[in-house]
């Protein structure tokens, strides 16, 4: 038994609560990045279903594109109804995620900026019709009884190419 004993290493206790903090940032890390890739996934796959919101946003979301600027839930289907009208369909591409845990001490806030490329294609039948951009986004999260939320969001478009949406629709 004592030969067992000498072998295991000792893990003492700031050693333990540095393991658990460890495993804490790990899994919060990966649960940010996780509502990034939903939210990139859900513009794409969900983009005529309004449901998914308050699966990556909280109830007073604030976000900025060039296009403009929108608060909360109530009406941002229709933010967003000028991209759903404009396009039959869109795929975009998130990466690069730099997630800044516990901002100030606070370890119920976050801040991820990442790059995002997207196409946006006019008519499933005409590939060649799209319009694409690229840049990136700052958000800012915070943790939420039902888990992250993104509470800010601000993509600063860098470049497009191809035809954009009319300023009719």
Not at 37 to 63: A, G, K, M, P, Q
Not at 151 to 161: K, Y
Request: aromatic share 10%; net charge negative.
């Amino acid at each position: 038994m004592a030969a067992q004993e000498a072998a295991e290493p000792h893990v003492g206790n700031d050693e333990l609560t540095a393991l658990r903090r460890q495993v804490r940032e790990l899994g919060d890390r990966a649960a940010i990045t996780e509502v990034c890739d939903r939210y990139v996934n859900r513009l794409d796959s969900d983009r005529h279903n309004d449901t998914w919101f308050d699966s990556v946003f909280t109830e007073d979301v604030h976000l900025t594109f060039p296009f403009g600027e929108y608060k909360g839930f109530d009406g941002l289907a229709g933010f967003q109804q000028m991209a759903r009208t404009t396009f039959e369909r869109t795929h975009h591409l998130a990466a690069n995620h730099r997630v800044e845990l516990y901002p100030d001490g606070d370890e119920d806030r976050a801040r991820v900026r990442a790059h995002l490329m997207a196409i946006h294609v006019r008519k499933r039948e005409e590939p060649d019709a799209h319009f694409d951009i690229g840049g990136h986004y700052d958000a800012e999260f915070v943790r939420t009884p039902v888990g992250w939320r993104i509470r800010r969001f601000t993509f600063d478009l860098v470049w497009h190419a191809g035809q954009p949406p009319n300023a009719d629709h």
